[in-house]
């Protein structure tokens, strides 16, 4: 593995971290619009709540595509010196590599999860939730499956999403997103 492979299996990971963001941010959409008037900041409406979110989805995902497809050419201008990075044998070929990641990932991912459900049970030690903390109530539930959707998938499809993600292998002298 050279040091473009290393900054390219980075780009990626962080492309897959967008990713990840831009799913996580869809139920607020949903939660945008049964947010309590009470709740509201005085003087930005449900509307501008909503437009928010869904511009934060975009920009996730396109940063996303962008960082995963265009990852090799990025590490090509941003190195110059390509020499080998010395890694254990089991880390020689770039997937594996970007596999791990991936993994960890998922770990860091499912952590928040159980984070959020922390957070649930320590709300639902009250008596009485109001109508506001009802829906943030449900806020954390969503984040806590979604964060912990997101982490099972990342743990145990790390292989076929490395093979996705990997589905065009550079020949000799080329670039896998070329």
């Not at 593995?1 to 492309?15: E, F, H, N, P, W």
């Not at 499912?110 to 009485?128: E, H, P, T, W």
Request: charged share 15%; net charge positive.
């Amino acid at each position: 593995m050279t040091k473009r492979d290393a900054l390219s299996i980075s780009l990626k990971v962080l492309g897959v971290i967008s990713l990840a963001y831009a799913i996580l941010i869809i139920p607020n959409l949903f939660l945008s619009t049964a947010m309590p008037i009470s709740s509201i900041t005085q003087g930005i409406s449900r509307s501008t709540f909503i437009w928010i979110d869904a511009i934060a989805i975009v920009l996730y995902a396109t940063l996303s595509c962008w960082l995963i497809a265009s990852s090799d050419s990025l590490s090509r201008m941003m190195v110059k010196d390509d020499s080998p990075v010395s890694l254990p044998e089991s880390l020689r070929e770039k997937k594996a590599v970007f596999i791990l990641a991936v993994r960890v990932l998922g770990v860091v991912f499912s952590v928040q999860g159980i984070g959020f459900l922390a957070g649930i049970i320590g709300d639902m030690s009250f008596k009485y939730l109001s109508r506001a903390l009802a829906i943030i109530q449900w806020s954390r539930i969503l984040d806590f499956v979604l964060y912990l959707g997101v982490g099972a998938y990342l743990l145990l499809c790390s292989r076929q999403f490395a093979a996705f993600i990997y589905r065009h292998e550079p020949d000799n002298g080329g670039c896998a997103d070329d």
